[in-house]
Each structure stands twice: as structure tokens, then as C-alpha cells.
Nanobody, 123 residues
Framework: VQLQASGGGLVQAGGSLRLSCAASRRAFGANAMGWFRQAPGKEREFVAT????????YYADSVKGRSTISRDNAQNTVYLQMDSLKPEDTAVYYC?????????????????WGQGTQVTVSS
């Protein structure tokens, strides 16, 4: 089981990044996928989630309107497009594969996690 997140980096405030997460077939399966983030000294928090079908997406209030989650089921890949980035978006971003097909913001509903990719937004 493997999830490989990429696409992080250093960007100025107002800029954009597109994160990608390539998953093994076993992890991707027919499962919802999610993105979480963890800033230094803080708990890991929910960012966005997408159902297996892609029809349902949910976002944290902190990123709503600035981020878009999408998935390519043929490529076992999930994406997070982040625009209008702010310094408070600085964190390690983790992708996760859910236990089922329904999108969820709860960490407990995810059983496979990637290694994380660093996003740093400078002011």
C-alpha cells in the first residue's frame, strides 16, 4: 500500500500550487480520498475530501473558495489545486485513502496515509 504526495514547494503569498498524490491500486480502490495538513506545533487538520465517484467534495472553511480537489480514477491519482495561497497555509500536506467510498473530514475514516509534501508560503 503506497501513497506518494508531490507538488509542494515555496511560493509567495497569492500564488498557486497543485499537489498530486499517486496511490497504489489497493489504497485507491473504490475509496474516498482526502487531503490533510499539519503545521508546526499544531494538530493535523482536514483540508479537503472527494468521494470515490468524484461527485461529492468538501472543504475546510479555511481553504473553501481557494482550493479544488479532484481525482483521476484511471490513474489512481488525487489532486489538490490551491490558489491565492496565504502564509497560514504553510504546512506539511498529507494525502489519505478512506475506508469507504463516502467523502469524510474525519481522520478516523482514513486508513492509508502518504508521507507528506511541504508547502511554504512566504509573505
Amino acid at each position: 500500500v503506497q501513497l506518494q504526495a508531490s507538488g509542494g514547494g515555496l511560493v509567495q503569498a497569492g500564488g498557486s500550487l497543485r499537489l498530486s498524490c499517486a496511490a497504489s491500486r489497493r489504497a485507491f480502490g473504490a475509496n474516498a480520498m482526502g487531503w490533510f495538513r499539519q503545521a508546526p506545533g499544531k494538530e493535523r487538520e482536514f483540508v479537503a475530501t472527494i468521494s470515490w465517484s468524484g461527485h461529492n467534495t468538501y472543504y475546510a472553511d479555511s481553504v473553501k473558495g481557494r482550493s479544488t480537489i479532484s481525482r483521476d480514477n484511471a490513474q489512481n491519482t488525487v489532486y489538490l489545486q490551491m490558489d491565492s495561497l496565504k502564509p497560514e497555509d504553510t504546512a506539511v500536506y498529507y494525502c489519505a485513502a478512506g475506508r469507504g467510498s463516502v467523502a469524510s473530514s474525519a481522520r478516523s475514516d482514513y486508513n492509508y496515509w502518504g508521507q507528506g509534501t511541504q508547502v511554504t508560503v512566504s509573505s
